[in-house]
């Protein structure tokens, strides 16, 4: 069984900064990815930041240049630090984990950024 443990949400002022963590155990082989996901209330789940085993990391749009994305191969583990943050990044983040036939994922954490 591979498990996904997040941590790191909380509340934030608007133009504040959070750093989330997600550290994979159990048993797996290497993923092909690890990255993170959010989703706002009555929005789907959409793809925020991915670091895949070969090729470029990809951002979404919305986050380019505020967020940055970084993997730990050696320990299993993906980071999302988030500057800049805007009323509109409020949402459960959740960590994603794509195996060799399934994907992953963690509990969920909150972020929420309010004045």
């Known amino acids: 069984q591979v498990q996904l443990v997040e941590s790191g949400g909380g509340l934030v002022q608007p133009g504040g900064s959070l750093r989330l963590s997600c550290a994979a155990s159990g048993t797996f082989f290497r993923f092909t990815a690890m990255g993170w996901y959010r989703q706002a209330p009555g929005e789907q789940r959409e793809l925020v930041a991915t670091v895949p085993n070969s090729g470029s990391i990809f951002y979404a749009d919305s986050v380019k240049g505020r967020f940055a994305i970084s993997r730990d191969n050696a320990k299993n583990t993906v980071d999302l630090q988030m500057n800049s943050l805007k009323p509109e990044d409020t949402a459960v983040y959740y960590c994603?984990?794509?195996?060799?036939?399934?994907?992953?994922w963690g509990q969920g954490t909150q972020v929420t950024v309010s004045s």
């Open positions: 994603n984990a794509r195996g060799t036939t399934r994907g992953y």
